[in-house]
């Protein structure tokens, strides 16, 4: 397929299309097409291509006539009563004269065109469209006939809408362009990135796993100054055509996006726009209505309840933030919570702590077998965070489990699952005024305590998952009391050095949850209801990088990400900041290098001495070896005094360097 009518035919095209894999997008436009097309070559492909119009595929001749009529057009092979009949020679005679009689007035003088066609006439968009198909029809047919059926393929998704191109899982279409086109036009690519790229009204993106992504793409939101394109409700207009505009709008969103997210975000600008504009909330809320019932076919893939889409655009208590354009390049979001994660550095264990087998051997009730047969061979780290094993100690490198936190979290039965909503509820509501203190992994502890030593009850009827919940509160409320809540796999008191204040509130808190479950989860729900939106006003560049950041899973853009990261985090800070900075990497890879050590002496990091150093280049090879040998002789050495300082010097050199650039 390549001329295209809009781009309502291209997703069309592609939702037929089923692609195994998508793994390029390329886009291309024609500079100047209108201006440089050579008369001669448009006036000869012309006449060729209705030539062809006029004859079969033996080079007979099929018709004599075409007959255009005010309600319809067709070809006659003998004889017509019809005054409005051409013959072949009419058709090529009259476009010839409309070629050559093509005049300017400018500066009071008359010029005559003879290179290029006038933009803005009503012929100009068909004769380039049959210019440029001339050309790509003989490429193909060349192909076919020379037995490169294999290459034409290629060929299968190339896309042209007048003079724009586009290329699906043909990487090397450029390299053809010039086989293809006359000399006269020039082409140039236009892709975005290496797996995204604008073409018309769409921009279309491909994942890791090949699949293809489509969304509404609008050349207005790159402007840094707000646009006004649809009409004010106070207008001189019928309130009906206005409120037309969205469900419109909403039909070529719902065409154009193929994740909810991409649709939402859309309508709710929109809905936010027109509301600002003077338009009802109910009013747009029943047009949205009507778009859902009679336009079903389109958002069915979303599989989104009506009440639920409602809520999304037009009230904002929906699954994602409302987002709203305010002015130039601001965006407005309004949200009810939020959540955010931390990056953290850690480094990767290559045996099992002893610890997590001593854990494995003991019996369990819960969790079953083949998930401690499955957590004793998942990954284990270090990873550069406090965990306080007793109140004195103020910096700590904790144990870092979260495989097997995940292994634990698949295996919950019901009852569990549950009852830690339950929970989650409460750290909400009832217990927030200590969320910080003792949060959410706290509890999943508790929880995972009271289920190995005791037998979960398999109905998680109501009644089961309050006494089950109750169950882990009372073993919450001793162990805040004793302030000793020891870690699932290891001995590490994750209650150490909480306040006599916490302990007294959080006792009380607990005392009241246990006898009274349902009325605080009541009061849960009341204050969900009432639970205030909250405003953000942020720059919309930020939106855009965190989404093209979110498209490109690749390993190279998320090395490039921390890196920009961290050297922003030096940008920003002052000298003594950065010494403070220095200081605390330099304290991350001396409590590791010994780690690193272990490892290699027990023989099972040997692949650490063949390492080469990612960020040499050629041309230091050999500085990058003495660097790489240093760090791989430090790891393995004794730990003499000598050696350890030798470590300090090392890595306080390393981050020296890094932070001078």
Not at 598 to 624: F, L
Request: aromatic share 12%; glycine share 4%; net charge neutral.
């Amino acid at each position: 397929m390549w001329i295209l009518k809009n781009s309502k035919e291209l997703l069309e095209h592609l939702k037929s299309t089923h692609f195994s894999r998508v793994h390029s997008i390329k886009a291309f436009d024609f500079s100047t097409l209108y201006t440089t097309i050579p008369h001669s070559k448009l006036k000869e492909r012309l006449a060729k291509i209705i030539s062809n119009a006029f004859t079969s595929k033996n080079g007979n001749r099929k018709y004599k006539f075409i007959v255009v009529n005010y309600d319809k057009t067709y070809f006659v092979k003998e004889k017509s009563d019809s005054e409005n009949k051409y013959t072949e020679t009419d058709i090529i005679q009259m476009l010839n004269f409309l070629i050559d009689n093509i005049f300017v007035v400018f500066g009071g003088k008359v010029f005559q065109q003879i290179v290029g066609i006038p933009m803005g006439t009503n012929c100009a968009p068909l004769l380039a469209d049959i210019f440029l198909y001339s050309y790509e029809a003989e490429f193909i047919q060349s192909l076919v006939s020379e037995g490169k059926r294999y290459l034409a393929s290629d060929f299968n998704f190339t896309y042209r809408y007048i003079d724009d191109v586009l290329s699906i899982n043909n990487p090397k279409f450029a390299d053809y362009l010039s086989s293809i086109y006359p000399s006269e036009l020039e082409v140039k690519e236009t892709t975005e990135t290496n797996n995204s790229a604008s073409y018309l009204d769409i921009m279309l993106s491909y994942d890791t796993d090949g699949h293809m992504n489509t969304s509404l793409y609008d050349k207005r939101d790159d402007f840094n100054f707000s646009i006004t394109n649809f009409p004010f409700l106070s207008s001189n207009i019928p309130s009906s055509p206005a409120y037309g505009v969205f469900i419109s709008q909403l039909i070529r969103y719902a065409r154009a996006s193929t994740k909810y997210t991409d649709f939402v975000l859309r309508a709710r600008r929109l809905s936010d726009k027109l509301l600002s504009q003077g338009y009802v909330c109910d009013r747009l809320t029943s047009s949205l209505r009507k778009f859902y019932g009679r336009y079903g076919e389109l958002v069915i893939h979303y599989d989104v309840p009506l009440s639920r889409m409602v809520d999304d655009i037009l009230q904002g208590y929906g699954h994602y933030p409302y987002l709203s354009l305010v002015t130039g390049r601001k965006v407005l979001i309004r949200y009810r919570s939020k959540s955010s994660r931390d990056f953290i550095p850690s480094f990767v264990l290559t045996s099992t702590p002893e610890c997590i087998n001593t854990w494995c051997d003991k019996p369990h009730k819960w969790p079953p077998q083949n998930v401690v047969f499955n957590i004793r061979r998942c990954k284990y780290y270090i990873v550069a965070k406090p965990a306080i094993k007793d109140e004195n100690i103020q910096k700590d490198f904790c144990l870092g489990c979260n495989e097997a936190e995940m292994l634990l979290a698949d295996a919950w039965l019901p009852i569990q699952r549950k009852s830690m909503l339950l929970i989650k509820a409460f750290v909400k509501s009832v217990l927030k005024k200590f969320a910080d203190h003792i949060t959410t992994f706290h509890w999943k502890t508790a929880l995972y305590r009271v289920s190995e030593s005791k037998d979960i009850f398999m109905d998680d009827s109501p009644g089961n998952i309050i006494k089950f919940t109750q169950e882990v509160i009372e073993y919450m409320t001793q162990s805040v009391c004793e302030r000793k809540l020891q870690h699932f796999f290891c001995d590490s008191n994750l209650f150490a050095g909480l306040s006599d204040d916490t302990v007294a509130w959080f006792t009380n808190q607990l005392i009241y949850l246990h006898d009274n479950i349902e009325r605080c989860l009541e009061r849960f729900l009341v204050e969900s209801e009432k639970k205030e939106m909250k405003v953000e006003e942020v720059d919309e560049s930020r939106i855009q990088m965190a989404t093209k950041t979110l498209l490109d899973d690749s390993n190279e853009n998320e090395v490039q990400g921390i890196l920009s990261f961290m050297s922003g985090i030096v940008d920003m800070t002052d000298d003594d900041d950065n010494e403070k900075l220095a200081e605390a990497i330099i304290d991350v890879f001396l409590h590791v290098l010994p780690y690193l050590k272990k490892e290699t002496d027990s023989g099972k990091n040997s692949s650490w001495s063949n390492r080469e150093n990612p960020g040499a280049s050629s041309s230091t090879e050999s500085g990058h070896n003495t660097v790489g040998d240093s760090v791989i002789s430090l790891m393995i050495a004794s730990s003499g005094p000598e050696e350890k300082k030798a470590q300090d010097k090392l890595v306080q050199n390393l981050l020296a360097g890094f932070l001078k650039k």
